[in-house]
Each structure stands twice: as C-alpha cells, then as structure tokens.
C-alpha cells in the first residue's frame, strides 16, 4: 500500500528543508564575513604597530615589531633561544632594538642603572612578563612598585649582612658537613656532580635561615635536593607560563596524581609548592611543626602587624617557594663554576692556595667572611664566578610608569617595558676582554687602575629589585669556595667548555642538554 502524505505535512517538509539550506547559506555567509572582518583587524593592528605606535620609530626587525609569534617561536617552541636572537638584532639593528610589539631592549652597559633604578625612581614589572614565574603573590613578580617596597622592607632586615652574619655558625657547621662528604667521596673513589653537591649545601642553608631547620639535603648519599627538582622543573615551563598565565593557577587546583600522570616534569614543583603551604598553613592556625626553629621567615611575615591582604596563604606560599627556590639555585651555580675554572688551572688553584693559607694556615682551620672579603685573589674568583655563571640570562623588563626615558634620540614613553640582560653585561668586551676567560686577577687590576668594575657585576641586578638574598650567597661563596680549595684537590670529568656553555635562556642560562652537570672526582686531600 502505497504511503499517503497529506498536503500540510509535504508543506513543513519543504519549508523545513528551505530553512535549513537558508541557515547554511546564512551560516556560509557569516563564517566568510566573521574571518574577512578578522583579517582585516590583524592587518589594521599590523599596519598600526609599524607606522603609528609610539615605539615605531625605535630600530629592529619589522616582523617583531608587529607580532609576538616570532619570540614564542624561539622561546616556547625551540626552547628559549630568543635571548640570542636578541643579540643578532644588536648586531644587526645597534644598541636599541624593539623585540616586540611592545618592549624595548638595550644593550649599552652604562643605561643599566637607568633601567635598573634605585628606589626614589618608580620602576614596575612588566605584568605579562613576570607570568613566566607561577608565582603571581611573591615579590619577585609584583608589579607595582610600591607594593614591592612594602613587600620588599618585610625581608630586608631579615637578609640582612648582620642578620647573616649573625648567622654565620650554622652556615659553616653546614659547609662543614659537605666538606666531611668530600672527604667520604675521596675514601670512596666515587665521582659527583658538583651542581648537586652544591645545590644540596644551598638548599641546607636556606632553608635553615628561612625556616628555622635544614631540610637535610647534605645527608642524602647523592645529594638529591626537593628544592633544585622544582627550580629545574620551573625553568623548563617558564616561557610556557608566560605565553599561557592561566596554566600555573589552574594546576595548582589540580590534584597531585593528575600533575603526575600528565605532566611529570612539573609535579615535583607542585608538590613543594603544598609542602610549602602546608607549613604555612599550619603556623597561621596556630600549630607548632617540627620543620620551624626560632629563627625563620614565617614569623615574619605572618606578624598581626601586617596588613591581612599580605597575610594570605597564596602570598606566604608564593613568598615560601621563591626565596628557598631562588637562595638555592644561584649560588650553587657559582660554587660549581668556580670548582669547573679553579681545577681545570693549576696557576689559578695554586695562586688561590697560596692566598688562602695566609688566612687558612692548617686544613682544619676556620674563618670569618670579613677575613676573607680582603683577599684580592679570592675576591676575584668569587666575582668571576658570579659573572661567567650566567645566574640570570633572561632579560627582565622594567617599566618606569611616569617617566620618559630618554637612550641618545629616541625617547621610550612611559609605561614601556624596557630591558637588558646580564649575559650581555657580563660579556661585554669593552668592559670585560676576552669576556669568555675566567680571569680573576682583571680585578686586582681594576683595583690598582681605579677602574670601577663593580658597577658592572650585576649577577644580582642593580636597584629597588636586587635579589634580596645577596648578603647570604656572597657569605656561602666565600666560606665553601675558600675551605674545598684550601682542603682538597679535584679532577673534572668528563665536562669540557662546550658542556657549559649558555645555549638557552630559562631564566637561568642552561648548555644544549638543557641540564648543567659538571662532574669531578676528589682525587686528594691537601697535606698541611
């Protein structure tokens, strides 16, 4: 029996197939409308930032002048190369150059100090930039910079050169300890990466001064550090972090074994960031925990005189992880270089020794940072360690919100961001020759020549934003580097030049493997 459709049903059919074939051609019409309109923007913003925005005028490339894509090219996909890409368009362009859209980079040693200003000159952080940290409430990425001098005058007395001096017996019973361990490896016959040795001395350290007791990295048989874990795994997803700001929140509300499974590489930083909140958390509700002795950060800035905005467990946590992650990883770069240049120049080791024993006469002596500051030798390993360790390569941008600066002819408006990198300082022929040679008696030279290398050493940075753990590295630099060349002679394995040379930029400079190791061997203990 043959289907009977009624007159009105066949209608609707026919109307609801019209429609639909209207709606797709709408829909057709729309979509072509919607990406011409969205070409046409991308060409109006291009056409804008190359001819009519206020840093038009400044050199560089035009392709990034008009987009970012170029920088999270070399930064986020071939992993942070765009520093050095930076430094093809000095060769290129002169000593000012537009990076991006929106920021300038110099490269003239001596405009440092003016973007680098001392705290009577209002400098903030550039806000999309510090997203690359994770860590939006701790000082190092607060923007405005009055919030920061607050910030900043809560930890000042407590990093301060009396406070660490003050201090000084339990940094030495710690640099003892390691120095007990070399002597293990020596009996041993056992190599050792000497970032690890090192970084598990800085992790010790800083977190006894922060957090009254130290974590006891030291005594672990190979010197495995929570704290230099979450500072590697920071470093590999900074540029990812700061092209993407939403992702560091958003892992934080992830539960552990999700971060674990998807991102391994990251979860050890998760994790010290809980270990770091839950300490925080429990001193705020009043509880005594074991990992807390008299003296320790927390105290500080949980005190009923500060402001509850400030007292919020993110800030003390974000606080909590950039001061140990931060007081850790610089300065064990500079002991580990230092070891690599002393032991790989028998003239260097040897002059050393020699100064240190006037200070140092038997291998079981012991001495005082003042001491040490007036060896002019020691000063200059210290100071050559600083510079050639690359602690900071990236660029950090300021931004001086009511102020014009002014570089030769071309003035930066306010609310710029305007920057420099250390790398470039520190490797400056004109200030520094043959910049790539650890050379530590160029500053005895300077000395006597009156020439004022020191403003260009700037492994902590210049102005109201120095690393505020300044006063504690350069104590933990003199004492650790000063004791185990005084005791004890080491072999480099298996580490050559190009093994440590800065290839990448996250944040710290790191070689090709993206990994800093240098390998050494203790092959003897020096006789009296």
């Not at 977190?207 to 990295?217: A, I, L």
Request: hydrophobic fraction near 40%; charge should be neutral.
């Amino acid at each position: 029996m043959a289907a009977i459709i009624s007159p009105n049903l066949g209608e609707v059919i026919m109307k609801s197939t019209l429609l639909t074939s209207l709606s797709m051609d709408i829909f057709h019409l729309h979509k072509w409308d919607f990406l011409t309109g969205l070409i046409a923007l991308i060409l109006l913003r291009t056409f804008y930032r190359l001819y009519f925005h206020p840093l038009a005028r400044i050199p560089g490339p035009k392709l990034t002048a008009a987009t970012s894509l170029y920088e999270f090219y070399h930064d986020v996909i071939c992993g942070g190369r765009f520093t050095f890409q930076i430094e093809k368009m000095h060769q290129q362009y002169g000593p000012i150059v537009r990076i991006n859209p929106r920021e300038v980079h110099i490269i003239d040693p001596s405009f440092y100090q003016e973007i680098y200003a001392p705290s009577s000159r209002r400098r903030d952080r550039d806000a999309p930039f510090v997203k690359a940290f994770g860590l939006p409430y701790a000082s190092v990425a607060t923007v405005k910079h009055d919030v920061h001098r607050y910030r900043r005058s809560l930890l000042n007395d407590f990093f301060s050169r009396r406070s660490v001096l003050a201090l000084s017996p339990m940094i030495g019973e710690r640099i003892e300890k390691l120095m007990t361990r070399f002597t293990e490896l020596y009996k041993e016959g056992r190599a050792v990466d000497l970032c690890d040795a090192f970084g598990a001395l800085t992790s010790d350290i800083v977190t006894f001064y922060c957090y009254g007791k130290s974590w006891g990295f030291l005594e672990d048989p190979d010197f495995r550090s929570d704290i230099r874990t979450a500072g590697n795994d920071f470093a590999a997803f900074c540029h990812i972090n700061r092209f993407f700001p939403f992702l560091p929140n958003l892992l934080r509300r992830v539960p552990p074994y999700i971060t674990s499974a998807f991102i391994p590489g990251k979860s050890a930083l998760f994790e010290f960031q809980r270990s770091i909140l839950q300490h925080f958390s429990a001193i705020v509700a009043g509880k005594t925990i074991a990992l807390t002795g008299d003296h320790n950060i927390i105290n500080r800035l949980t005190s009923k005189d500060i402001p509850p905005e400030e007292r919020t467990i993110n800030r003390l946590q974000d606080e909590g992880v950039t001061l140990v992650v931060a007081g850790s990883e610089t300065t064990l770069r500079s002991l580990a270089f230092a070891a690599y240049y002393i032991f790989q120049d028998s003239a260097i080791r040897d002059k050393l020794r020699a100064e240190l024993k006037e200070v140092l006469p038997t291998t079981t002596s012991t001495t005082t940072l003042p001491v040490l500051e007036k060896l002019p030798y020691l000063t200059g390993v210290v100071n050559e360690a600083l510079r050639l360790s690359d602690v900071t390569v990236s660029r950090l941008p300021r931004v001086a919100p009511d102020e014009t600066l002014q570089y030769h002819e071309h003035a930066i408006p306010p609310g710029t961001p305007v920057s420099t990198s250390n790398y470039f300082v520190h490797r400056n022929p004109k200030i520094f020759p043959d910049p790539c040679k650890f050379d530590p008696e160029r500053w005895i030279r300077a000395a006597e020549e009156g020439v004022p290398l020191q403003k260009y050493l700037v492994a902590f940075t210049k102005g109201s934003r120095m690393c505020v753990c300044i006063n504690l590295a350069i104590m933990e630099l003199y004492l650790t580097i000063a004791y185990y060349v005084r005791r004890f002679e080491f072999e480099i394995l298996n580490t050559d030049p190009e093994n440590i040379r800065v290839t990448r930029d996250l944040v710290v400079g790191l070689p090709e493997t993206g990994v800093l190791e240098i390998h050494a061997k203790v092959t003897g203990i020096v006789q009296e």
